[in-house]
C-alpha cells in the first residue's frame, strides 16, 4: 500500500505507476495498492502525520476487470477461498492475489486453505510466480495429474503390483 500526490493533482493509472517503480525497486517491494491524496498530512514538527491519512479503500485503485470467469471446478473453488481469505466480493481469475491487497500473511492463510483442501502444499514463491486463480489452479491441476499417474501406474509382470516412483 503507497500513499502518492501527483504534480497535476489528478490520479496516476496503477499500471503507470506499478511500471515506473519497477523499473527500479524488485518486484516484491512494488506496492499492491496505490491510494491517491492531495497533500501528505504533516504534524507541527514536520513529520509524516500517519494518523491524518485517508482511509485508502475509497480511493484504492483496483485491478481492471478482466471477464474471464472460472474454466474448472478447482478455478471455481480457488475463488471461493481467494474471497474469503482477501475480503473481496468480485474476483477474476486473472486478478492478481497482491494487486487486491494481499500479502505475505494472507498468502500463508492461503496456501493453508489450499493444504486443507487439496492436501497440497504449494510454497509463497510459488504464489509469487503465479499470483493469479488461474496460475495456481493450473499448479494445483499438476499436481493432482502427476499424484493420479503415479497411483495407476503399476510394475507389470508380479503377483503383487508395486508403485514406479517418477
Not at 481467494?82 to 498468502?107: A, C, I, M, P, T
Not at 504449494?122 to 503465479?130: A, E, K, V
Request: hydrophobic letters at 40%; aromatic letters at 8%.
Amino acid at each position: 500500500m503507497a500513499y502518492y500526490v501527483s504534480t497535476t493533482g489528478h490520479p496516476v493509472p496503477t499500471e503507470e505507476l506499478r511500471q515506473f517503480l519497477s523499473k527500479t525497486l524488485p518486484g516484491f517491494l512494488v506496492p499492491s495498492l496505490f491510494c491517491h491524496i492531495e497533500s501528505v498530512p504533516r504534524t507541527v514538527h514536520g513529520k509524516v502525520d500517519t494518523s491524518a491519512l485517508p482511509d485508502p479503500l475509497p480511493k484504492v485503485s483496483l485491478p481492471s476487470e478482466h471477464n474471464k470467469h472460472a474454466a474448472s471446478d478447482i478455478e471455481l473453488e480457488l475463488l471461493d477461498i481467494w474471497k474469503e481469505v482477501l475480503g473481496v466480493d468480485r474476483l477474476d481469475v486473472q486478478d492478481s492475489f497482491f494487486e487486491l491487497g494481499g500479502d505475505s500473511l494472507l498468502g500463508i492463510r492461503l496456501l493453508g486453505r489450499i493444504r486443507e483442501r487439496w492436501n497440497i502444499d504449494l510454497s509463497m514463491t510459488s504464489l509469487f510466480d503465479h499470483p493469479t486463480v488461474a496460475g495456481a489452479a493450473a499448479q494445483i491441476e499438476n499436481i493432482l495429474w502427476a499424484r493420479n499417474s503415479r497411483s495407476q501406474h503399476r510394475v507389470e509382470g508380479s503377483d503383487e503390483q508395486e508403485e514406479v516412483e517418477f
